[in-house]
């Protein structure tokens, strides 16, 4: 196959290139491809990219390059009429970082639910956070630092939803041990939920782990790749653990410490949101310090095996609080911590 990486060294022969960019792993990289070879296959692009980020062809899922499904790897690429700049996500886990059982693992994250603090009861821990220099400094360069990836363009009007992943929409024990099946380890009623949202709002995910193990629970999960409504017309953008940081404060007269997800560095970049039409959905209260009112938990899922979790109804009844506060103007006018009390009051 003709072609070659803008980063490295250029075929110096006169030639006719079809540049194309995309993203894997919270990485940009170019590629380019000679118009001339008209018998170039999408086989081929595949072996391109395998030599650029090590990932398998058949564990490749490309993202954006055409419209709908990529046509089979025998294919030609000059058939597919792809415009020059074209910018595409490659999904996929490399070789040798494929899900393995946790305890051989070092990059598991750490997702524990205890000593857990829910900040709207603690204002005066809140206040400090918020009004915490350190606090202030950190948002600033985790701003400046801040790599989205973004797997479909934001729509205009869209309120945004940042949606955790391990514990509120799947059992993370199960999925990362192999133990079970992924379909058996995400949360009951998970893609009804994403496509009762969508109309509404922009979807992003940020979870407590890496990204590579992020991209592949999310594939795994038929989240990313999947012929989904939700995945064909959603905005789904990507946070790992890296954007997140500690904070210091006290619990019950002693020093306390965790880490969060500060919504103003999502805001910073994208200035279309903010607290009046941001709602961030978690399993633990102390992920919500720096944003506490903009913070909706509900209960962890886990144990997904057993016959009780699979009668979980919490993403039915939480689907039909994210519409029924779409219509606001503004969120700021509601308490999500009482989003339970106020679907009851809608049903009376």
Known sequence: MTYRQTYGHLNAAEETWVHLTFSWGGKTFSLDLAESDRHVQVYDLKAALLSLTNVPPERQKILGLVKGKL?????RISDLKIAPGKNFILVGTPAGDEIKDPSQLESLPDVVNDLDVDFTENPQAAARYKNDP??????????????INIINPLREGKRLLVLDLDYTIVDTKPLTSGSLPPVECARPGLHEFLEAVYPFYDICIWSQTTWVWLEAKLVELGMVGSTRAYEVTTSISVLDKTCMFTVFSERNGKPYSHHVKPLQIIWNKFPQ?????????????RNFALNPDEGLKIHAFKHAHAE?????????KLARYMVYIAS?????????????????????
């Open 273 to 285: 949101f903010s607290a009046k039409n941001t709602v961030h959905v978690d399993d633990l209260s």
């Open 308 to 316: 009780q979790a699979q009668a979980d109804r919490e993403l039915e």
């Open 134 to 147: 350190r606090n202030f400094r950190k948002i600033r360069e985790a701003t400046s630092n801040l790599q």
């Open 328 to 348: 606001l103007d503004d969120f700021r006018t509601v308490k999500h911590k009482d989003w339970k009390r106020t679907l009851r009051s809608l049903t009376r």
């Open 71 to 75: 046509p089979p790897d025998e294919g």
